[in-house]
């Protein structure tokens, strides 16, 4: 129940949307002209886009290393019998 209801609250997307939501409603205290107000949302719109991109290339670098040393140090069963199976049939010649 609790990893369902708060994980997606924990996030980087999560913590980025809200932050920028509070730069969004502080923009809307502190620039009063329209014309500024809109031109302020549209760059931290642009912000958000950008910090969600670097924070998704650094999940999918950070998955991929750690698969990969993963593998490397604990081999999948599979390749392990393939690997005992390969050797059994050299013998065998």
Do not use: C
């Amino acid at each position: 129940m609790f990893n369902k209801l708060f994980a997606p609250y924990l996030t980087l997307d999560a913590h980025i949307d809200a932050f920028q939501e509070t730069k969004r409603g502080l923009t809307d205290k502190i620039i009063t002209d329209p014309t500024l107000n809109k031109a302020a949302h549209e760059y931290i719109d642009a912000q958000t886009q950008f910090a969600k991109m670097l924070s998704h290339n650094f999940t999918d670098i950070a998955k991929y290393s750690m698969d990969s040393i993963a593998n490397k140090w604990f081999p999948q069963k599979e390749e392990v019998q393939a690997k005992a199976s390969a050797s059994k049939k050299a013998r065998a010649f």
